[in-house]
Structure formats: structure tokens, C-alpha cells
């Protein structure tokens, strides 16, 4: 039997709610409401009778609606963590009595929920979209340029720009006026959450999971380290170690990734979104991103959902 690509926020929350149950102590689970009115959860899974001194502490998530192939994952992941056997009913590799007592793992399966619900598919597998159709349907069709995906802006407001009548999804509303790329603004939920939780946890680590087309790549998959400069030192050494596992366990598993983790090229306007947002976590923590091809035939809904959950086992065996 396939396991279900769990990519909806009425997916993500019936699992929620089977998850607490068998959980019990095990799950926490914490939630802000974004403007939309959806619930942004946050859901941390750890043994509540070892001190949270003693354990180390890892976040997950993913800002982008139009990547829901890192919510599968994530949901993957947690269903090893509370039943003992992946979505599929495979059972894990992991040893989870000693993961729940070594870590605390936070996971943020949807970090835009309001743009979710707005994708047209639950999964971007290539069937329907090229991949214009696709970006545009991501951050809307340019009013100047039909057919072509709209400018990519950290904070915009409808009364300023000339803008897509049909907003991209990447895209999450915070007023009546203003939307946001969620991980270019700490005023997106997907920040909020974050500083939320680590108020109490301190994270040290921070995968984030995101997917993107690799048009013309022999790749199929990567690891992102921080723009260059950002991390440096110890950690920035550990940052790539950390990625070179995941590459590593990639390959075993069949996939064509990216031989190395490689450093996020932005430049200019982009570059400064990810200095002003991340530029302090990146001196403090841990940070890398997964990049999994997205909206192509040979990018099956398992083989999206297999790969993030992948970089999920690898993190949290690098931690315990
Ligand atoms: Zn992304």
C-alpha cells in the first residue's frame, strides 16, 4: 500500500490528532493562529521525564506552500517517532526510546497554511503544470509580463504594487493589506512560531526543508549551507559535516544529490532578505537547508516525501 502524501492542513490535523493519542506525554503541541485563521502548529516530540538540560535540541520545518513534498516528509518522520513505523508501515530505523530521551524535536509541517489550501494539487508531480505554470501559480503571473511568475519581495502591500490578480502562494497574508514570503520576514508565522518555541527550547540546530525544480541539473537533490560569511568557524564546519551525512544517506537511498553541500548563491536584494533574517541565527545555531526536486514526472510523490524524511532520520541520528 503507498503511504499518504500528508500535505493539507485537514490532513496534517487528523494526524495531529491520532498522533496525540498515541503519544500522550510525548507530543506537545503549540500553535499560533495566522491572519487567515488557520492554525500554525508546532509540535515537539520528546521523553518529558528527562530535563530539558540534558537533551539536545532540534528544529524543523518549511516555509513554502508550493513544497509540500517537506510536509509529507515531516509527517513521515513524526509517524516514525510515535508509532515506530514510517506512513508505508515500514518499520523505522530509528532507535526512538533514545532519540525521545536524548532530544527535544520540534517540527513545523506547514509553515503557510493559507497558501497551502490555495495550491490547486496536493502534490506538484509534474502531470499537470510546466514549470511556468507552476511559478506562477507560486508567486502569481506578472501583470507586465503574462506567462511569466511575478518580482519575489520580502513584504509587499496590495496598495503599493502593481499586482498579481491572483496572489502566489508562497506568499502568506499578515493584514488586510500586507503579505509576506514566510522565510524572508520575521513577521510571518513561520518566524513567529519559531521565536515562540525557542524562547523555551534554544534550538542549536535548524533543518529547514524546502524543494525547487533542478530545470536542466543532474541532481535530483541538495543540502544548503548559509550564504557565505554568515556561518563561520566550528560551525560552519559542522554545518557541512552535518549536510555531507544527509548527501551521503541521499546516495545510498538512490537519489542523484548535489556531491557536497554548497553555500545559498543569493546575491543582491535576495542575499540581504536572508542577512536580515537569518544573519544572527546563522552566528548562534546550526542552519541547513534541504533543496528535493519539485514538479517532474520523475519526482514521484514518494520519491518528494522519501527524501525529506530522509534528511529528518540522518539529523536526528547526528544528534542522539
Ligand atoms: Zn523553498
Redesign the pocket.
Known amino acids: 500500500m503507498p503511504a499518504p502524501f500528508i500535505a493539507k492542513q485537514a490532513q496534517l490535523e487528523a494526524k495531529i490528532a491520532d498522533w496525540m493519542e498515541i503519544a500522550g506525554r510525548t507530543l506537545r503541541v503549540d500553535s499560533i493562529a495566522s491572519f487567515s485563521g488557520h492554525k500554525v502548529y508546532a509540535l515537539t516530540l520528546t521523553d518529558p521525564a528527562v530535563p530539558l538540560e540534558r537533551k539536545r535540541r532540534c528544529y524543523f520545518s518549511q ?2 506552500a508550493h ?1 509540500p513534498g517537506t510536509t509529507a516528509g515531516m509527517a513521515d518522520a513524526i509517524e516514525q517517532l510515535v508509532t515506530g513505523k514510517d506512513l508505508a508501515g515500514n518499520a523505522t530505523r530509528l532507535d526512538i526510546e533514545k532519540a525521545l530521551a536524548k532530544a527535544i524535536l520540534t517540527f513545523n509541517p506547514i509553515g503557510n497554511p493559507q497558501g497551502r489550501e490555495a495550491a490547486p494539487v496536493p502534490c506538484w508531480d509534474g502531470s499537470k503544470y510546466t514549470n511556468d505554470q507552476f511559478w506562477c501559480w507560486m508567486r502569481g503571473e506578472d501583470p507586465d509580463n503574462p506567462g511569466k511568475m511575478w518580482k519575489r519581495l520580502d513584504l509587499w502591500d496590495t496598495r503599493v504594487e502593481r499586482h498579481p490578480k491572483r496572489i502566489g502562494i508562497v506568499y502568506e497574508q499578515i493584514d488586510e493589506h500586507r503579505y509576506v514570503e514566510p522565510n524572508r520576514s520575521h513577521l510571518s508565522s513561520f518566524f513567529k512560531l519559531f521565536f515562540k518555541l525557542d524562547k523555551e527550547f534554544r534550538y542549536e540546530r535548524w533543518l529547514d526543508l ?2 525547487t525544480e533542478f530545470e536542466k541539473s543532474q541532481f535530483n537533490c541538495m543540502v544548503l549551507l548559509p550564504i557565505k560569511g554568515l556561518a563561520e568557524g566550528d560551525i560552519l564546519a559542522e554545518d557541512a559535516a552535518w549536510g555531507q551525512q544527509v548527501v551521503d544517506a541521499w546516495t545510498r537511498a538512490g537519489y542523484r544529490p548535489q556531491p557536497k553541500p554548497v553555500h545559498l548563491g543569493y546575491t543582491g536584494e535576495q542575499a540581504e532578505y536572508f542577512r536580515k533574517n537569518w544573519g544572527e541565527l546563522h552566528k548562534r545555531m546550526h542552519c541547513i537547508s534541504t533543496e528535493v526536486k519539485n514538479n517532474a514526472p520523475d519526482a514521484t510523490p514518494e520519491f518528494q516525501m522519501k527524501a525529506q524524511a530522509i534528511a529528518i532520520e540522518e539529523s536526528i541520528q547526528r544528534l542522539v
Open positions: 516555509p513554502h513544497e524546502h524543494q
